[in-house]
Each structure stands twice: as structure tokens, then as C-alpha cells.
T-cell receptor, first 111, second 114 residues
Framework: DAKTTQPTSMDCAEGRAANLPCNHS???????VYWYRQIHSQGPQYIIH???NNETNEMASLIITEDRKSSTLILPHATLRDTAVYYC????????????FGTGTRLTIIP | DSGVTQTPKHLITATGQRVTLRCSPR?????VYWYQQSLDQGLQFLIQ???????AKGNILERFSAQQFPDLHSELNLSSLELGDSALYFC?????????????FGPGTRLLVL
């Protein structure tokens, strides 16, 4: 599985855009980038995923660099409820379905 | 609400005992995954079932077993429990199988072994 590197923690002011980086320099051509978050001890929540094009949904935007070696999750207007641990995950080889969670980024939204 | 349900929410038991955790996937989902989250290990994949058959295995101990029933609900059986088995156990489900399937997680079962 391709490994990911994320900052351990980040702060963001409420109402501002939160930009969470992820490095996945060993990603292979058919691997997707997934983002999940975990609020306190709740079950991880799917946010967004992409292959090589930028993606946007009602929760966030995902920007993937052209060489696919890194990506950024953007929460456009962060709220206090966005305080969570954010996991960047690269999909494992086809046929191996498990999600490999790293340590993630603990994002704290500051009032 | 992800649509995945897990029971019980909390479980307290003693070492050496056996417990069963239950998971009901989202309507229409054929795959069920089990994960363990402990303080020192993070989220670890245990096992996956797809339409009743074991599909993938992760770091699951021999004392643990799982199955998926014809109605697609799944049970995770933990036996000869040890203090170190205390953790949050999450179930997730997806429509099909494959690394590109989005997994939806349940609220978890918090197991405390005393």
C-alpha cells in the first residue's frame, strides 16, 4: 500500500478555509486518494475521494497535484463541528479492500 | 447517521470471557468490514465479508472470529478476552468490494475488559 504523510495537528480559525495537506509520493496509477474524518470517538466519516482530477462535494474540495504525489483537502468555511482527526488514505491494490489508517491530522477549529 | 448500526454501544466484561458484537450494514450493502481502534494502535483492519464469504483478513487474532449471515448482518466474536482487547470496535459497510468502494462506518462498540 502506498503510504501517506500528514501533519500531526493543525489549527484553523472558525469561518476560514481549512487546508489539510497529505503527501503520498509512492502512489500508483490506479490508486485513489480517500479522506475520512473521525469526530471524537465516533465512527470515521467519509468525506471525499479522487483519482487525479480535483473533486468537490457538499463537504469539501480535494485538490490533487498533477504528479499525484500530494493532495490537499479543503474545508471552505470551517465550523467548530469540523474539529476532528482527518485521515488521508490511499486505496490499496485492487482486490485488497482494507483501509489503512495512519495517524491523521488533528484539526482544531478555533472560535 | 451512516445507516450502519452496531450493538451493543458499550460492553464491560471480565478477562477470559467471550462476547459477540453485532453489525447491520446499510440497506443494499453486501460488504461488511470490522476494525479495531485502541489507544496505542490506532484504527486497524480486522476482517471483511462480502455476501456471506470471507473476503480479506487483516490483523485479526485467532481468538477472534466473524461471520456474515444470509440477511447480511455480521457478528464479531471475541473469546478468551484479555485486558489488551479493550478498544472501540467499528463495523463498516460498502455496496460491493474493491479498493474503490466507499466504506460507511457505524458508531462503534466500546469494549472494556476488566
Amino acid at each position: 500500500d502506498a503510504k501517506t504523510t500528514q501533519p500531526t495537528s493543525m489549527d484553523c480559525a472558525e469561518g476560514r478555509a481549512a487546508n489539510l495537506p497529505c503527501n503520498h509520493s509512492t502512489i500508483s496509477g490506479n490508486e485513489y486518494v480517500y479522506w475520512y474524518r473521525q469526530i471524537h470517538s465516533q465512527g470515521p466519516q467519509y468525506i471525499i475521494h479522487g483519482l487525479k482530477n480535483n473533486e468537490t462535494n457538499e463537504m469539501a474540495s480535494l485538490i490533487i497535484t498533477e504528479d499525484r504525489k500530494s493532495s490537499t483537502l479543503i474545508l471552505p468555511h470551517a465550523t467548530l463541528r469540523d474539529t476532528a482527526v482527518y485521515y488521508c488514505i490511499v486505496g490499496s491494490n485492487f482486490g485488497n479492500e482494507k483501509l489503512t489508517f495512519g495517524t491523521g491530522t488533528r484539526l482544531t477549529i478555533i472560535p | 447517521d451512516s445507516g450502519v448500526t452496531q450493538t451493543p454501544k458499550h460492553l464491560i466484561t471480565a478477562t477470559g470471557q467471550r462476547v459477540t458484537l453485532r453489525c447491520s450494514p446499510r440497506s443494499g450493502d453486501l460488504s461488511v468490514y470490522w476494525y479495531q481502534q485502541s489507544l496505542d494502535q490506532g484504527l486497524q483492519f480486522l476482517i471483511q465479508y462480502y455476501n456471506g464469504e470471507e473476503r480479506a483478513k487483516g490483523n485479526i487474532l485467532e481468538r477472534f472470529s466473524a461471520q456474515q449471515f444470509p440477511d447480511l448482518h455480521s457478528e464479531l466474536n471475541l473469546s478468551s478476552l484479555e485486558l489488551g482487547d479493550s478498544a472501540l470496535y467499528f463495523c463498516a459497510s460498502s455496496v460491493g468490494t474493491g479498493s474503490r468502494e466507499t466504506q460507511y462506518f457505524g458508531p462503534g462498540t466500546r469494549l472494556l475488559v476488566l
